[in-house]
């Protein structure tokens, strides 16, 4: 496993992943209006195959963030989307 990314580090991907175009707009928002100072967390990976689920605690740095109540924090390490839990699975 890579050593954790330092701060500047992810600061660098963002700017380059924006390709400083942090004007692009999404979900009625710009990019730059989503950017929050970089903090590791902590998230959840969850896959289900046949019925069952499996979680996977993951350290993920949060860089941007809607105001709204969706759910969704980007993330570029992982370059995708990280939502808020799923209800829990019957197993």
């Given at each position: ?21 942090l ?13 929050v ?55």
């Amino acid at each position: 496993m890579a050593p954790p990314l330092k701060i500047e580090e992810v600061k660098a991907l963002v700017r380059a992943q924006s390709a400083e175009n942090l004007d692009a707009m999404n979900h009625g928002i710009t990019l730059k209006d989503t950017l929050v100072a970089p903090r590791l967390i902590s998230v959840i990976a969850r896959t289900v195959r046949n019925g069952r689920k499996k979680d996977e605690n993951l350290s993920a740095w949060l860089v941007g963030q809607e105001n709204g109540t969706d759910g969704y924090l980007t993330e570029p390490n992982l370059r995708g989307c990280l939502s808020v839990p799923s209800p829990p699975f019957k197993i």
